[in-house]
């Protein structure tokens, strides 16, 4: 005792240095936790952000299926503009000839207005030489037919300037159009690079964000694995403290994988929107090239219409004069007037010619530069269309990426909220640490105290026992201190008869099932007058075979086996109770199911088997056999076996539950009977 007092002093220290330490993990678990809540407010602070940011990419994609529309219909409209300006090349070239064939004819003109006009002057010189009249007025004919004919090409001219201005003019609102379009484009590209940006930079900040949780799960880990090693704790506490702080570096790495890669994707797209706004640009320029050459052209139609309009006058002045030389001719009288008024007609008349001569530089160099511009218009037009193509497979691309982005981000939203989650988990789980390390100190403490207690009374009990003088009276009543008695319930001789009740039972029902087998329990010799008389007639034969079979089997075992049953004859009585029950129930199953009767008449065997308590007491059987221990015939017929062969208590409760039981079964073997007695004719039970 003295011993014992000795070791809880020392089990109290120890109590004590435990309590100490348990203190320090305590206040370590709980510092754990306070990180751990600030761990879990910033992966929520990361989920939200996450979510702004899932928030952009949907926008972004939207946007670029936009674009990726106004694209597609900017190509569509753009296409007709190739055969157009291959059109306006063709005309501005027959344009071109036209007007050098205009220009060169002007010129003719203007040297016959020059000789023309000196022709008049000589004729005001000499009024009197009326012979050069004719020659005058030959001379003004043919001038008359030229103005005409270079009227006439100047009106063609004119015409197709008008024509080709028509076209430029639609051409241009084509081009105003394609403009807008582009303008449009150009403006939603902006925004979607601005948009690009602003998440390239929100992805930036993110990876940071991630890297620096990363860091601050290895520092808690090296801090919790500190904690662990200067507690003088067991290897096994450290690793599941530790393993309780254990990051999940696995998903923020994926996570971190998945950011990287939408950086990556935003950078792509940035630079796919940069050269699109560049092709913009070249496409707007050469547009505004088209436009400017539109007008000149507009300029040009309008000089060829006053060109025009200024040889009709002159075709009208020439028929003046040719009519004033014809009236010269018949009348000489007023040739002198005639032939002032001629010369001064032709001086004007020289002087527009020189006019409209002077006007072929500037229409030649017009009509150069229609061509030149044309050219270049029909030469820009591939370009045009090929960097639109190129925008649209940019931009269809761009789609693609922000469609990936949008479908990624359900993943990255899914391992946001997983992350979030876990740190929560850590944080509950932190707390629940803490709280259980306190529970212990207080556990601790309360060993302490009932260490100290048990080691002051043991040092008392020490004293005590020091002044007790034993004797072997003493060591017997320590131990021995009770005694013993056996009394016998039951005399059963050996293990034989204490097996017999279940066997004998099994038998009867192996039996009954062999008799069903064997007899025809449904075929009545002559149509039955009622149910009771055809289960008569069944049961008179099976309870001759049910007497039969008992009392073979009771005579052999009491006979061979040596079966020495303290009541005999109520033993007999279960026994026929137990048989004629059995057959009750296997004949009705045949009857009612046929064949799959007797499979069924197996199963229930088989549910007997364990249920019946015949080798071992229910009490050591599963819940399912002690359920259905109370309602199995074969229960009875057990106990009731038992009664009269060994324990010598009454077997009629046993007996009155099977016969029970037995009529039972013959009620409604009777009813079944007696439905298919409506049913069978006599030709029928003659045939069978």
């Given at each position: 005792m003295t011993q014992a007092a000795s070791g809880s002093q020392q089990l109290t220290k120890g109590a004590t240095q435990?309590?100490?330490?348990?203190?320090?993990?305590?206040?370590?678990?709980?510092?754990?936790?306070a990180s751990s809540l600030t761990f879990a407010n910033g992966t929520n602070q990361f989920d939200q952000g996450l979510n702004q940011y899932v928030a952009g990419v949907k926008t972004l994609s939207d946007g670029t299926q936009t674009l990726n529309s106004g694209l597609i219909q900017l190509q569509e409209k753009v296409t007709p503009l190739a055969s157009g300006t291959s059109q306006l090349?063709?005309?501005?070239?027959?344009?071109?000839?036209?007007?050098?064939?205009?220009?060169?004819?002007?010129?003719?003109?203007?040297?016959?207005?020059?000789?023309?006009?000196?022709?008049?002057?000589?004729?005001?010189?000499?009024?009197?030489?009326?012979?050069?009249?004719?020659?005058?007025a030959s001379g003004a004919t043919t001038l008359q037919t030229q103005i005409g004919k270079a009227a006439t090409n100047n009106q063609t001219i004119t015409t197709q300037l008008q024509t080709i201005g028509t076209g430029i003019t639609?051409?241009?609102?084509?081009?105003?159009?394609?403009?807008?379009?582009?303008?449009?484009?150009?403006?939603?590209?902006?925004?979607?690079?601005?948009?690009?940006?602003?998440?390239?930079?929100?992805?930036?900040?993110?990876?940071?964000?991630?890297?620096?949780?990363?860091?601050?799960?290895?520092?808690?880990?090296?801090?919790?694995?500190?904690?662990?090693?200067?507690?003088?704790?067991?290897?096994?506490?450290?690793?599941?403290?530790?393993?309780?702080?254990?990051?999940?570096?696995?998903?923020?790495?994926?996570?971190?994988?998945?950011?990287?890669?939408?950086?990556?994707t935003t950078t792509d797209n940035a630079q796919t929107q940069t050269q699109a706004l560049a092709a913009i640009k070249g496409a707007q320029q050469a547009i505004s090239q088209l436009q400017a050459v539109g007008g000149n052209v507009t300029q040009l139609a309008s000089g060829s219409q006053t060109v025009t309009s200024g040889l009709q006058q002159?075709?009208?002045?020439?028929?003046?004069?040719?009519?004033?030389?014809?009236?010269?001719?018949?009348?000489?009288?007023?040739?002198?007037?005639?032939?002032?008024?001629?010369?001064?007609?032709?001086?004007?008349?020289?002087?527009?010619?020189?006019q409209l001569a002077a006007q072929n530089a500037t229409l030649n160099n017009g009509a150069t530069q229609l061509v030149s511009g044309t050219t270049q218009l029909a030469n820009s037009t591939p370009s045009l269309i090929a960097g639109i193509t190129q925008l649209t497979a940019g931009s269809q691309k761009m789609t693609t990426g922000a469609q990936k982005l949008v479908s990624n981000s359900g993943t990255l939203t899914t391992a946001g909220q997983t992350l979030a989650t876990g740190a929560t988990k850590i944080s509950q789980g932190s707390g629940q640490l803490a709280t259980g390390s306190g529970q212990i100190g207080t556990g601790l403490h309360s060993l302490t105290t009932?260490?100290?207690?048990?080691?002051?009374?043991?040092?008392?009990?020490?004293?005590?026992?020091?002044k007790i003088h034993a004797t072997d009276l003493t060591y017997a009543q320590i131990a021995k201190p009770v005694t013993t008695k056996q009394h016998e319930h039951d005399t059963v001789p050996n293990n034989g008869t204490v097996m017999a009740p279940y066997?004998?039972?099994?038998?009867?029902?192996?039996?009954?099932m062999s008799l069903g087998l064997m007899y025809d329990i449904y075929t009545p010799r002559r149509k039955p007058k009622s149910g009771i008389s055809w289960w008569a007639s069944k049961m008179s034969v099976l309870a001759l075979e049910v007497m039969a079979q008992s009392t073979l089997m009771y005579g052999m075992m009491m006979l061979i086996n040596g079966l020495n049953p303290v009541h005999?004859?109520?033993?007999?009585?279960?026994?026929?109770?137990?048989?004629?029950?059995?057959?009750?129930?296997?004949?009705?199953?045949?009857?009612?199911?046929?064949?799959?009767?007797?499979?069924?008449?197996?199963?229930?065997?088989?549910?007997?088997?364990?249920?019946?308590?015949?080798?071992?007491?229910?009490?050591?059987?599963?819940?399912?056999?002690?359920?259905?221990?109370?309602?199995?015939p074969i229960t009875y017929a057990v106990n009731g076996l038992r009664s009269g062969l060994m324990i010598g208590d009454s077997v009629l409760p046993s007996v009155a539950v099977l016969a029970g039981i037995t009529v039972v079964l013959s009620g409604l073997t009777i009813a079944f009977f007696s439905l298919k007695r409506k049913k069978v004719s006599t030709i029928e039970i003659a045939e069978l």
């Open positions: 435990l309590s100490a330490g348990n203190t320090k993990i305590t206040s370590n678990l709980n510092q754990l936790a090349q063709t005309g501005s070239q027959s344009l071109s000839t036209r007007i050098q064939q205009y220009t060169t004819g002007v010129q003719t003109v203007n040297q016959n207005m020059q000789t023309l006009n000196t022709g008049a002057q000589q004729l005001q010189a000499a009024t009197g030489a009326l012979g050069q009249v004719a020659q005058l639609q051409q241009n609102t084509n081009l105003t159009t394609v403009q807008t379009g582009l303008q449009q484009l150009a403006t939603n590209l902006q925004q979607n690079q601005t948009t690009t940006q602003a998440t390239t930079a929100s992805l930036t900040t993110l990876a940071t964000d991630l890297q620096d949780v990363k860091t601050a799960q290895t520092a808690t880990q090296t801090k919790v694995q500190t904690a662990a090693e200067t507690q003088q704790l067991t290897s096994a506490q450290q690793a599941a403290i530790v393993a309780a702080a254990q990051p999940n570096t696995e998903k923020l790495d994926q996570v971190m994988a998945q950011v990287k890669a939408l950086q990556q002159l075709t009208t002045g020439s028929t003046q004069l040719v009519t004033g030389l014809n009236q010269a001719q018949s009348q000489s009288a007023q040739l002198n007037a005639a032939v002032t008024k001629l010369a001064t007609g032709t001086q004007q008349l020289s002087a527009g010619t020189t009932g260490n100290q207690k048990l080691a002051t009374s043991l040092g008392q009990a020490g004293l005590q026992v020091k066997m004998m039972a099994v038998s009867a029902y192996v039996g009954a005999p004859g109520a033993t007999y009585l279960v026994m026929l109770m137990t048989s004629l029950t059995f057959v009750s129930l296997i004949n009705l199953l045949n009857l009612v199911f046929g064949q799959i009767g007797s499979f069924f008449a197996l199963i229930l065997l088989v549910l007997q088997l364990g249920g019946a308590a015949g080798t071992y007491p229910i009490q050591l059987s599963n819940g399912f056999f002690e359920a259905i221990h109370p309602y199995l």
